[in-house]
């Protein structure tokens, strides 16, 4: 037995209880990246040195009382892998594990698990929750630290959106083509795209934050001066257009070339094209790239965005973070504003008691102001003051009039 468990891999999963993802992006519970080398799962499943040719993972797989876990992609050359549960106390005990096994957990004591397998299996291991074993997926490193939902990226291409024209008074961002971190660009016909299933953008357009460090010059052109600067993967083409958020893109050799607050892109030197701004609100290059300076140190840099010579290509990956939305259900309202609801209903209930009570006070203040201190033609003899006694009869208000006797003076 001692003998076997030498030649396995040790691997340590953590499975966490976390949000729904989509696309399966998460299934795959097993790093690979991430197994030790060196040691190596003893006869009764504690980890002790080993050679090179066995490791660990040493980051356990938590579990829950019922809980399925299934194991694929287990093609070891030995005659079996073994698979040992343990209790919150570190006591174990072992189970054996065929290739492509589903492991239901239901043991209540059970707090964690650790399986072990050869060398060779590491690059074709899944564990995934359920009984049903899936397509196998490469573990997904975003899926440990996304708070929220990991998605698929979606093959795109750049497009841009600019309303106005931008100058340095009144700057205009362009707004870009954005899909979780990816920003696809585009000026002009040229845009960058993005490829899902290589997980790689393909960079058309080029980028240059400018912060007054930059080796410009100053000559002159039909109407004015400009200032210039060589960007050597620029595309060298006076045909094409750039894009900032502060300069309004034109066409070399155009009308449009002669207005303040312009840009268009020119040869600078025999191998590399540039950009070409005017702003005659500067006459020296010092006084211009102090401009620049200042502009980056406010957090608004200009930003010069221009068709690249060659292409690149990024790695980003399949997969993204978009972060946890709490939405306010109606259960949820319900239950926030619930002591707020019966204080309301209280007051609106106290409020139509006091209301009430006034429209009768008024009434009666009405009816007495009528019927104040009239002389009854029928009750009380004339020329003679009475006293007017109500009493309640069978639910009948019934007057009384009384003479009143003066005595005399």
Request: proline residues 5%; charged residues 15%; contains cysteine.
């Amino acid at each position: 037995m001692k003998k076997l468990l030498s030649s396995l891999l040790i691997i340590f999963v953590t499975i966490f209880v976390a949000p729904a993802y989509a696309d399966d992006a998460c299934k795959n519970l097993f790093d690979k990246n991430k197994v030790v080398t060196g040691s190596r799962l003893n006869s009764v499943g504690r980890v002790v040195a080993g050679s090179n040719a066995v490791c660990y993972y040493p980051v356990k797989i938590t579990v829950s009382p019922g809980d399925a876990i299934t194991i694929s992609g287990v093609t070891s050359n030995t005659t079996e892998s073994y698979i040992v549960f343990y209790d919150a106390s570190d006591n174990e005990f072992f189970h054996t594990l065929t290739s492509n096994t589903t492991l239901p957990i239901t043991n209540p004591n059970i707090s964690y698990i650790m399986i072990g397998m050869d060398t060779d299996v590491k690059d074709t291991v899944q564990i995934e929750r359920g009984s049903t074993a899936t397509t196998y997926q490469p573990y997904n490193p975003l899926c440990a630290t996304c708070q929220g939902i990991v998605k698929n990226y979606e093959s795109a291409t750049g497009t841009v959106a600019q309303n106005g024209t931008p100058t340095p008074e009144n700057p205009i961002e362009p707004v870009f083509y954005k899909q979780g971190d990816m920003i696809l660009r585009k000026v002009g016909n040229i845009a960058d795209s993005y490829d899902a299933t290589t997980g790689k953008i393909t960079r058309r357009i080029g980028m240059k934050v400018l912060d007054g460090t930059e080796s410009w010059g100053r000559g002159s052109y039909t109407g004015g001066y400009r200032f210039y600067l060589a960007i050597c993967d620029m595309v060298k083409d006076v045909s094409a257009y750039n894009m900032s958020s502060q300069y309004q893109a034109v066409l070399y050799q155009t009308p449009e070339a002669n207005i303040d607050y312009s840009a268009f892109i020119a040869g600078v030197t025999g191998t590399c094209y540039g950009i070409f701004i005017r702003n005659d609100n500067y006459i020296t290059v010092q006084n211009f790239k102090n401009y620049l300076a200042q502009q980056y140190a406010n957090g608004t840099p200009v930003v010069v965005y221009y068709p690249l010579e060659t292409e690149t290509t990024e790695d980003i990956g399949t997969t993204y973070c978009v972060p946890e939305i709490k939405i306010a259900t109606t259960a949820y309202n319900a239950a926030q504003f619930n002591p707020v609801k019966t204080d309301l209903n209280s007051a609106v209930a106290t409020i139509r008691e006091i209301v009430t009570k006034t429209i009768n006070q008024t009434a009666a203040i009405a009816s007495l102001q009528a019927d104040k201190q009239t002389r009854p033609e029928d009750a009380c003899p004339a020329g003679k003051k009475c006293l007017l006694v109500e009493t309640e009869e069978n639910g009948i208000i019934v007057p009384h009039w009384f003479p009143i006797i003066e005595a005399p003076e």
